[in-house]
C-alpha cells in the first residue's frame, strides 16, 4: 500500500471516530453546562434567602436559647499566635461557648504560653473515650479564676485527626465547631452557622460556612480589621477560585440537599453524632470529607430525616499558598484524599452495601452528581488553606473497620431526600 493509500485510510478512520464522538461530547457538554447554570440559579435563590434573613435572623438566634458550642482547637507549635487566637476565639458573640484547645505534644512554648496567659491550673479531670484515641492524655488545664470557658487539654504528638477527637472527648457542649489554629472567625461566625440549629433543631446535623484568603488583609488581636487583595497573582487565582466554590458550588447543593463536604476550616457538628460515627478517621488524608460521607451514609443506613447546610457569609479566613511549589502540595493531598475516600486504599475491608429499601433518591442529585466532575477531596477551604503540617510521624495504629466509600455508594449517598426517622431535637440534648 502507497504512503498516498495509508494516508487516506488513517484520515478515513480519524474523520469516521470523530463523527461517532461527537454527539455523544456535544450532549455530555449540554448537560454538564446545563448543570452548572442550574447550580448558580439554586446557588443564587439560596444566597438572597439568607441575606434576607440577614442581622434580624441574627439578632434573633443571639436572644434565644440556642445549644452551647464547643469550639475545637487542634495546635501543634503554635506559639508565636496560639494566644492571640484563644483570646479572639473566647470574645465570640455568642451566648454559651467554652473553647478546648488541644495541645498536640508541641515541642516549643505553645503549652506554657497558654498557662502563662491565661493562668491556667491542672485539675484532676478525666477525658472520657467516647471517641476511640491511642494517644496519651498528660493533664486537663483550666483558667483559675473558674469563669473563662477554657479548657486546655496536653496530649502526646499523635496528628491533627487525634488532636481533633480528644477535643470531641473533652466537649461538654451539644454543639462542637471544628477549626484550625490559623482559622481567623468573624466576631459573629459561630451565631451564623448556628442559626440552621435554630431554625431546623429537630433535622440539622452539620453546617459550613464561607472559607475567604486572608492573605494581603490586615489582621489585629485576631480579627480582620482590612480587607485587601492578595499581591501574588497565584493567590488572587486562589481567591476567585473561592469565591465560585462556595458562592455558586456549595450554595447551589445545598439547596439541593446534596451538600457532600464541610470545610475542615470550619464546621459546626452535633456532638452525639459525631461520635456516633466514630470522630473523624486519623486514617485519612482528607478528614473533612471523609467524616461528612460518613454522616450521609450512617444517616441514610438508619432511615433517618437530617439536613447539612452551607451558609454563606464570610465566616472564616485562612491563609493560601503563595508558591507553585506549595499549591501543587497541597492539591496533591486534596486528591489523595478523594481517592482514599471514595476507593479506601489496599489492606481494609470493602465498604458493606448500602440498604435499597428506602424510597429512590432525587433523580436530579443522581443525575447531576454523575454528570459533574469528580469532587475534590476537601476542595478550597477543606483542611487549611496551606498544606496541612505533620505533627510528627504518624503512629503504627491497629486495623479498623473501612469507614470508606466507593464511588458508587457515594452516588447513592451523597443525595439525601426525604427520610421517614425524625432526629431528636437539639436542644433536648444541651
Not at 177 to 195: C, G, H, K, M, T
Request: aromatic share 4%; glycine share 10%; net charge positive.
Amino acid at each position: 500500500m502507497s504512503t498516498t493509500g495509508l494516508l487516506d485510510t488513517v484520515r478515513e478512520l480519524a474523520v469516521g471516530l470523530l463523527d461517532a464522538a461527537a454527539v455523544p461530547v456535544l450532549l455530555y457538554f449540554a448537560v454538564i453546562n446545563t448543570s452548572y447554570l442550574l447550580t448558580v440559579v439554586l446557588a443564587a435563590v439560596e444566597v438572597h434567602s439568607q441575606k434576607n434573613r440577614g442581622s434580624a435572623g441574627l439578632a434573633g438566634v443571639g436572644g434565644a436559647p440556642v445549644p452551647g458550642v464547643s469550639v475545637i482547637v487542634p495546635a501543634h507549635n503554635e506559639q508565636e499566635g496560639v494566644v492571640t487566637a484563644v483570646k479572639a476565639l473566647l470574645t465570640l458573640r455568642y451566648p454559651r461557648h467554652e473553647v478546648v484547645v488541644v495541645d498536640d505534644g508541641s515541642t516549643d512554648a505553645t503549652l506554657s504560653r497558654l498557662t502563662e496567659a491565661f493562668d491556667l491550673v491542672p485539675i484532676p479531670r478525666a477525658v472520657p473515650q467516647d471517641v476511640p484515641v491511642h494517644a496519651t492524655v498528660h493533664q486537663v488545664l483550666v483558667p483559675r479564676d473558674g469563669h473563662t470557658r477554657l479548657v486546655v487539654v496536653s496530649k502526646d504528638n499523635s496528628g491533627k485527626t487525634e488532636a481533633v477527637n480528644t477535643g470531641v472527648n473533652a466537649a461538654t457542649e451539644p454543639l462542637v465547631a471544628i477549626i484550625d489554629a490559623d482559622s481567623v472567625l468573624e466576631p459573629d461566625a459561630l451565631l451564623r452557622v448556628a442559626r440552621p440549629f435554630s431554625d431546623d433543631p429537630t433535622r440539622t446535623v452539620a453546617t459550613g460556612g464561607s472559607i475567604r484568603p486572608v492573605n494581603g488583609s490586615r489582621i489585629q488581636a485576631g480579627r480582620v480589621t482590612q480587607v485587601r487583595a492578595p499581591r501574588p497573582w497565584l493567590s488572587r487565582f486562589q481567591l476567585v477560585e473561592y469565591l465560585r466554590a462556595f458562592l455558586l458550588g456549595r450554595a447551589g447543593w445545598s439547596r439541593l440537599g446534596c451538600l457532600v463536604l464541610i470545610s475542615g476550616a470550619f464546621g459546626l457538628f452535633r456532638r452525639d453524632l459525631v461520635v456516633e460515627v466514630g470522630g473523624l478517621d486519623r486514617h485519612s488524608i482528607g478528614e473533612d470529607f471523609e467524616l461528612i460521607v460518613r454522616l450521609h451514609r450512617h444517616l441514610r443506613d438508619q432511615g433517618r430525616d437530617y439536613r447539612l447546610a452551607f451558609i454563606a457569609e464570610p465566616v472564616a479566613w485562612t491563609e493560601v499558598p503563595e508558591s507553585p511549589a506549595v499549591l501543587g502540595r497541597q492539591r496533591r493531598r486534596w486528591h489523595r484524599g478523594l481517592w482514599e475516600t471514595l476507593w479506601g486504599v489496599p489492606g481494609h475491608a470493602p465498604a458493606p452495601a448500602l440498604r435499597t429499601d428506602r424510597a429512590p433518591r432525587p433523580a436530579l442529585c443522581l443525575g447531576l452528581r454523575a454528570l459533574r466532575p469528580l469532587p475534590r477531596s476537601t476542595g478550597p477551604g477543606g483542611g487549611r488553606g496551606r498544606p496541612r503540617r505533620r505533627h510528627g510521624r504518624r503512629p503504627v495504629l491497629p486495623d479498623v473497620p473501612d469507614r470508606r466509600l466507593r464511588l458508587c455508594d457515594l452516588r447513592r449517598t451523597v443525595c439525601h431526600g426525604s427520610g421517614r426517622v425524625g432526629l431528636p431535637p437539639v436542644r433536648a440534648l444541651a
